[in-house]
């Protein structure tokens, strides 16, 4: 063995030793730390401590049982199929220079709620939020007698309409 040699190997030796020992005293504290279960951090915790807020108790979300909906996966089904075939009767139209099928009736989807200000349709949270606000500009508007609902143009609206019509085909009456 050379003298290279003989200094690698007690280099070796002295490092064997020293990953020994730390070895040794590091497997236990290993082990405990992780066989120990540790509890979750509460920084609510935390920020209540020392102050006289009492602490907070989750409450337990509420246990109603919501009805499943019904599934309405055939009313979507034909309702895709009668969309394309509108589209394949429009397509063909324009290339035989036909006038174009009148549009398909929409389809109306049976879980929405429709409003009775507006008649316009809503899933449920939003139908919550929407016909409040509906009925509140509904009871603010004033409508010419003889008119029913929101539905219809008032008239000051029609009036506004024909006028600006008027306009555009004479632009140089006042």
Same mark, same amino acid.
């Given at each position: 063995m050379g003298e290279g040699a003989l200094a690698e190997h007690k280099v070796f030796a002295i490092r064997f030793c020293f990953f020994f020992a730390s070895q040794l005293r590091h497997e236990p504290i290993c082990r405990k730390v992780f066989t120990k279960k540790r509890k979750t951090f509460s920084s609510l915790k935390q920020r209540l401590q020392g102050t006289e807020i009492p602490s907070v108790k989750k409450q337990p979300p509420p246990s109603k049982k919501q009805p499943e909906k019904k599934s309405n996966w055939r009313q979507l089904h034909e309702d895709f199929i009668n969309a394309i075939q509108s589209a394949k009767q429009v397509t063909k139209a324009m290339k035989e220079g036909r006038p174009l099928p009148p549009p @398909? @009736? *929409? =389809?109306?989807? *049976?879980?929405?709620?429709q409003c009775p200000y507006c008649l316009r349709r809503f899933n449920e949270a939003a139908a919550e939020r929407h016909i409040s &606000?509906? +009925?509140? %500009? /509904? =009871? $603010? $508007?004033? &409508? /010419? @007698?003889? %008119? +029913? =609902? /929101? +539905?219809? /143009? @008032?008239v000051s609206n029609t009036f506004a309409l024909c006028f600006l019509a008027d306009r555009l085909t004479r632009p140089n009456r006042l």
């Open positions: @398909p @009736p *929409p =389809s109306i989807n *049976p879980d929405y709620i &606000f509906c +009925k509140e %500009q /509904a =009871s $603010r $508007r004033v &409508f /010419a @007698p003889g %008119q +029913k =609902s /929101a +539905k219809q /143009a @008032p």
